[in-house]
């Protein structure tokens, strides 16, 4: 269902072009918001380490099932907030559990 949403020039496969097209507009949001974030480059980098596609510089469909990465990547280029808490994930590790704090 996403798929189709998603790879907006039909040709079956994501390309730079059309990552750096989702990518731009969610870290605009963040920006506007104040928030930090990494260089539109360096996440399509990360986009296409996470996936592993079998052909490089094209993302289908089949390599986000076989990388079970799918719905992370997806939610990356379609949500703000889903890739806020992706860019931030090592900091919810950091932090401790209200639980584990002694008084």
Known sequence: YFWKLIDIQHKGYLDSFVINYFLRAILRSLQTKKFDVASVDDVKDEIFDMVKSQTPGIITMQDLVNSRQGGTVLSMLVDA???????????????????????
């Open 81 to 103: 907030a889903a890739f806020w808490r992706y860019d931030n994930r090592e900091s919810y590790y950091l932090e401790p559990d209200d639980d584990d704090c002694k008084y």
